[in-house]
């Protein structure tokens, strides 16, 4: 695919950030209302809210953001398998948001030192998601070295959300990056936050084993299909309507 | 109390640099740095802040409103202090 | 300064003062205070009576503010544009945050938050029954906007000059912070009234359910009133509910007309002699239901609190648990001067 959009953006990089931040706001929006304490309600929003913010800069890029959020099937989706996973326990939610908001930050970074289409975009985001990646540090480091039953839930929580990490190092068509060495940037921040929070790096495979592909090439896990209905739902039953 | 209990913290905002900061309300948190980190999202989410302390409350000490008299009514009788005890000329003036 | 009676206790005993204080020159005071339109601080003497009222209403005020997430928080997912799910994920936000504000209000006058929370999950406490209606529809989201809030807003802008300084300050904070909550409900149900006829339909048919429900927010006519009469004496309150529910009325009806919705209400006319709108007789059977526990939603509202603070037990434990093996790291962190 080549750069279609206005002004010469790649549109699939557009999409591939883009719904990322998109899914992975919906997910922490998901947490409303069912927070661990009032002041992490106001936290999580903070953090969704940047991230949705991201997510209709990128989508407006590439096109009409509610058509695109709202209109596309699940096989259009470009974001990573990661950020649609469901938020599980807290410790499930912060392991999410760890993985993602390291890479995030190692991303942008680059990104914005660079003077591709992305840059100033780039430039904005990588303040917002530094503090996301502070808000999960902090967190994986309360959760690892807190009690013997957040210690596991977090450890579980890695484990768990290990295998979907290696899909965020694949090139994507129109992002100049590396992406061996921001791979390696991110395996030894991981492994530090880790370390600190008395947790083991998990060992298993960080990629699946179908060859079918994964989120980047509209390829998903079943609960994405659901997250998507409930949320396209309201916009597809009213075709046309303004809101 | 039960443990999970986390103490309560004073926050302190500065709303832009060359003002002191001020007290913005409370917020509890279990450690200074989530206090500060939660002190942000709570009372700096519409960009009225640069600067932000967080205190325990248990480390103020505050005077008391019943030596409130003894405390701040020996400042009252002591106009000197002010510029406009003095008298000055008229037209003098940069004084 | 959450423990300011156990502040005075001990302070009176480190005095070695007599445990029985005459309270007639501090009942002076305060009454002189309240009646100059001064503010009453924390660590005043003020009575008993008071000061259970502020707690009492201050907590209901949070638990409001805290419950009333879950019936906008249910859109948040289905919001029906980007822009729309940015603004109820802000909104429902704000709402954390006044609960937040409001608790810590209530702490000053010496009650902890989680006592106040255990109060609320065991029904010792109550939250405005307006929060026991579901939201059914995407208008809902707007009516509460628009009604809801408004009716809110008419009930607390009064309260900014409340005579407890910790609860008007916040009262203050979260005025200003809503401003936008009511004109974002009203711009919502404008876009569905002007839109297609079944976004229309959703409307009017929101408007509809929310209506008397929201005139119930001021509470029971004056004269079956319980706390009223005390409470305007000592300025926490400082206009009537009828008072309040006749100026909510008188603002929503012009408003409703440059909707393009009706109110559900066929007495609703002005009265020229009156120089206001009369309105039709309110079920205050209903509004009694609602209270008791009878209301569409009082059991899920209530269930839905306790399993998010049960649930997050675990997290609080931890990072207590981090922070008692970390302390030295903690204290030194004082390098937040900058």
Same mark, same amino acid.
């Given at each position: 695919?080549?750069?279609?959009?206005?002004?010469?953006?790649?549109?699939?990089?557009?999409?591939?950030?883009?719904?990322?931040?998109?899914?992975?706001?919906?997910?922490?929006?998901?947490?409303?209302?069912?927070?661990?304490?009032? =002041?992490?309600?106001?936290?999580?929003?903070?953090?969704?809210?940047?991230?949705?913010?991201?997510?209709?800069?990128?989508?407006?890029?590439?096109?009409?953001?509610?058509?695109?959020?709202?209109?596309?099937? =699940?096989?259009?989706?470009?974001?990573?398998?990661?950020?649609?996973?469901?938020?599980?326990?807290?410790?499930?939610?912060?392991?999410?948001?760890?993985?993602?908001?390291?890479?995030?930050?190692?991303?942008?970074?680059?990104?914005?030192?660079?003077? #591709?289409?992305?840059?100033?975009?780039?430039?904005?985001?990588?303040?917002?998601?530094?503090?996301?990646?502070?808000?999960?540090?902090?967190?994986?480091?309360?959760?690892?070295? #807190?009690?013997?039953?957040?210690? =596991?839930?977090?450890?579980?929580?890695?484990?768990?959300?290990?295998?979907?990490?290696?899909?965020?190092?694949?090139?994507?068509?129109?992002?100049?990056?590396?992406?061996?060495?921001?791979?390696?940037?991110?395996?030894?921040?991981?492994?530090?936050?880790?370390?600190?929070?008395?947790?083991?790096?998990?060992?298993?495979?960080?990629?699946?084993?179908?060859?079918?592909?994964? #989120?980047?090439?509209?390829?998903?896990?079943?609960?994405?299909?659901?997250?998507?209905?409930?949320?396209?739902?309201?916009?597809?039953?009213?075709?046309?309507?303004?809101? | 109390?039960?443990?999970?209990?986390?103490?309560?913290?004073?926050? /302190?905002?500065?709303?832009?640099?060359?003002?002191?900061?001020?007290?913005?309300?409370?917020?509890?948190?279990?450690?200074?740095?989530?206090?500060?980190?939660?002190?942000?999202?709570?009372?700096?989410?519409?960009?009225?802040?640069?600067?932000?302390?967080?205190?325990?409350?248990?480390?103020?000490?505050?005077?008391?409103?019943?030596?409130?008299?003894? /405390? /701040?009514?020996?400042?009252?009788?002591?106009?000197?202090?002010?510029?406009? /005890?003095?008298?000055?000329?008229?037209?003098?003036?940069?004084? | 300064?959450?423990?300011?009676?156990?502040?005075?206790?001990?302070?009176?005993?480190?005095?070695?003062?007599?445990?029985?204080?005459?309270?007639?020159?501090?009942?002076?005071?305060?009454?002189?205070?309240?009646?100059?339109?001064?503010?009453?601080?924390?660590?005043?003497?003020?009575?008993?009576?008071?000061?259970?009222?502020?707690?009492?209403?201050?907590?209901?005020?949070?638990?409001?503010?805290?419950?009333?997430?879950?019936?906008?928080? @249910?859109?948040?997912?289905?919001?029906?544009?980007?822009?729309?799910?940015?603004?109820?994920?802000?909104?429902?936000?704000?709402?954390?945050?006044?609960?937040?504000?409001?608790?810590?209000?209530?702490?000053?006058?010496?009650?902890?938050?989680?006592?106040?929370?255990?109060?609320?999950?065991?029904?010792?406490?109550?939250?405005?029954?307006?929060?026991?209606?579901?939201?059914?529809?995407?208008?809902?989201?707007?009516?509460?906007?628009?009604?809801?809030?408004?009716?809110?807003?008419?009930?607390?802008?009064?309260?900014?000059?409340?005579?407890?300084?910790?609860?008007?300050?916040?009262?203050?904070?979260?005025?200003?912070?809503?401003?936008?909550?009511?004109?974002?409900?009203?711009?919502?149900?404008?876009?569905?009234?002007?839109?297609?006829?079944?976004?229309?339909?959703?409307?009017?048919?929101?408007?509809?359910?929310?209506?008397?429900?929201?005139?119930?927010?001021?509470?029971?006519?004056?004269?079956?009133?319980?706390?009223?009469?005390?409470?305007?004496?000592?300025?926490?309150?400082?206009?009537? @509910?009828?008072?309040?529910?006749?100026?909510?009325?008188?603002?929503?009806?012009?408003?409703?007309?440059?909707?393009?919705?009706?109110?559900?209400?066929?007495?609703?006319?002005?009265?020229?002699?009156?120089?206001?709108?009369?309105?039709?007789?309110?079920?205050?059977?209903?509004?009694?239901?609602?209270?008791?526990?009878?209301?569409?939603?009082?059991?899920?509202?209530?269930?839905?609190?306790?399993?998010?603070?049960?649930?997050?037990?675990?997290?609080?434990?931890?990072?207590?648990?981090?922070?008692?093996?970390?302390?030295?790291?903690?204290?030194?962190?004082?390098?937040?001067?900058?």
């Amino acid at each position: 695919m080549t750069a279609t959009g206005p002004a010469t953006v790649p549109v699939t990089a557009a999409l591939a950030l883009g719904d990322d931040a998109l899914v992975l706001s919906h997910r922490l929006g998901e947490w409303a209302g069912h927070a661990p304490a009032l =002041e992490e309600e106001v936290a999580l929003a903070n953090i969704a809210l940047d991230l949705l913010g991201q997510a209709r800069v990128l989508l407006s890029l590439a096109g009409d953001e509610d058509e695109l959020a709202f209109l596309r099937e =699940e096989r259009a989706f470009r974001n990573l398998q990661l950020v649609e996973q469901p938020n599980g326990d807290f410790a499930h939610t912060i392991a999410r948001q760890l993985y993602f908001s390291v890479y995030q930050q190692l991303l942008h970074t680059e990104l914005a030192a660079g003077d #591709g289409p992305f840059a100033p975009l780039a430039a904005k985001a990588v303040k917002e998601v530094a503090y996301h990646r502070d808000h999960a540090e902090q967190w994986t480091l309360r959760l690892g070295d #807190g009690t013997e039953t957040s210690r =596991e839930r977090m450890q579980q929580a890695c484990d768990a959300l290990w295998r979907f990490t290696g899909e965020m190092f694949q090139p994507v068509e129109g992002l100049d990056a590396d992406w061996p060495s921001l791979e390696a940037r991110w395996l030894e921040y991981i492994g530090d936050v880790l370390g600190r929070a008395t947790l083991t790096v998990p060992e298993g495979p960080r990629t699946g084993a179908w060859s079918a592909g994964a #989120g980047r090439e509209g390829v998903h896990t079943e609960s994405f299909g659901r997250m998507l209905a409930e949320m396209q739902h309201l916009h597809r039953s009213h075709p046309g309507a303004a809101w | 109390m039960s443990t999970t209990d986390w103490p309560l913290w004073e926050v /302190f905002v500065r709303s832009r640099r060359g003002l002191s900061h001020t007290h913005a309300g409370s917020l509890h948190a279990p450690d200074a740095e989530l206090a500060l980190r939660n002190a942000r999202d709570l009372y700096t989410r519409r960009g009225e802040g640069v600067s932000i302390w967080v205190v325990p409350a248990t480390a103020i000490t505050a005077s008391s409103p019943d030596e409130k008299d003894p /405390f /701040f009514e020996p400042a009252a009788d002591k106009p000197y202090r002010h510029p406009t /005890f003095y008298e000055i000329p008229e037209g003098v003036k940069h004084l | 300064m959450a423990t300011a009676a156990a502040q005075r206790t001990a302070r009176t005993e480190a005095d070695g003062a007599p445990d029985t204080v005459d309270t007639t020159a501090y009942q002076h005071a305060f009454d002189a205070a309240v009646a100059a339109d001064e503010r009453i601080e924390p660590r005043d003497w003020m009575p008993d009576a008071y000061r259970a009222t502020l707690v009492r209403q201050i907590a209901q005020h949070a638990h409001s503010e805290i419950i009333g997430m879950q019936p906008e928080a @249910n859109w948040i997912t289905r919001a029906p544009s980007l822009r729309r799910k940015a603004i109820l994920m802000a909104k429902v936000q704000d709402e954390a945050g006044h609960g937040l504000y409001l608790y810590s209000a209530a702490e000053t006058l010496g009650t902890s938050r989680d006592e106040l929370l255990d109060k609320l999950h065991s029904g010792r406490q109550k939250y405005s029954s307006i929060f026991n209606y579901p939201t059914l529809t995407w208008a809902d989201v707007g009516a509460i906007g628009w009604l809801v809030d408004g009716a809110a807003i008419t009930n607390q802008v009064p309260l900014c000059r409340c005579s407890y300084g910790p609860y008007a300050r916040a009262m203050v904070r979260i005025c200003k912070e809503e401003s936008f909550h009511q004109r974002q409900g009203y711009e919502l149900l404008l876009a569905l009234s002007k839109g297609t006829p079944a976004q229309h339909a959703m409307a009017q048919d929101a408007v509809d359910r929310w209506w008397w429900p929201s005139l119930m927010m001021f509470g029971p006519p004056d004269d079956e009133s319980q706390h009223s009469a005390q409470s305007m004496e000592w300025k926490i309150k400082r206009h009537s @509910n009828d008072e309040l529910r006749q100026r909510f009325v008188d603002i929503c009806v012009p408003q409703a007309e440059s909707l393009g919705l009706t109110l559900p209400d066929p007495d609703l006319r002005w009265n020229e002699e009156r120089g206001h709108y009369d309105f039709g007789p309110i079920d205050w059977s209903e509004f009694r239901e609602v209270l008791k526990g009878n209301g569409p939603c009082n059991e899920q509202r209530i269930t839905q609190r306790r399993r998010a603070h049960d649930e997050g037990a675990w997290v609080r434990e931890a990072a207590a648990a981090y922070a008692a093996k970390h302390t030295g790291s903690a204290g030194e962190t004082g390098a937040t001067r900058a």
